[in-house]
């Protein structure tokens, strides 16, 4: 089994920064990807951020030159750095890791549990 555990949600003033992170433990082979997703209040659940296992990210223009996201393969850890929040940044923000159990076996999407993030104008 896989568990993906998020912390470092919060609530912040607008301008202000906020670190996510997410561990991934149980039976891991390979982590090709990781990233996070959010979901605001009646909207549906989109890409944030995403890294690959070399190193390789993606942005939506949303967030890009304001959030970076790291990674710690030794730890199956992601890392969202958020700065210059804005109040349309608030959201549950969600883990997301693309993981290989065994060499056997395809990769699978497990999901973490959510954190949410506010922002106060």
């Known amino acids: 089994q896989v568990q993906l555990v998020e912390s470092g949600g919060g609530l912040v003033q607008a301008g202000g920064s906020l670190r996510l992170s997410c561990a991934a433990s149980?039976?891991?082979?390979?982590?090709?990807?990781m990233g996070w997703y959010r979901q605001a209040p009646g909207k549906q659940r989109e890409l944030a951020a995403s890294i690959t296992n070399g190193g390789s990210t993606y942005y939506p223009d949303s967030v890009k030159g304001r959030f970076t996201i790291s990674r710690d393969n030794a730890k199956n850890t992601v890392y969202l750095q958020m700065a210059s929040l804005k109040p349309e940044d608030t959201a549950v923000y969600y883990c997301?890791?693309?993981?290989?159990?065994?060499?056997?076996?395809?990769?699978?999407?497990?999901w973490g549990q959510g954190t949410q993030v506010t922002v106060s104008s």
């Open positions: 149980g039976t891991i082979f390979s982590i090709p990807a």
């Open positions: 997301n890791a693309r993981i290989r159990s065994d060499v056997r076996v395809r990769a699978e999407d497990y």
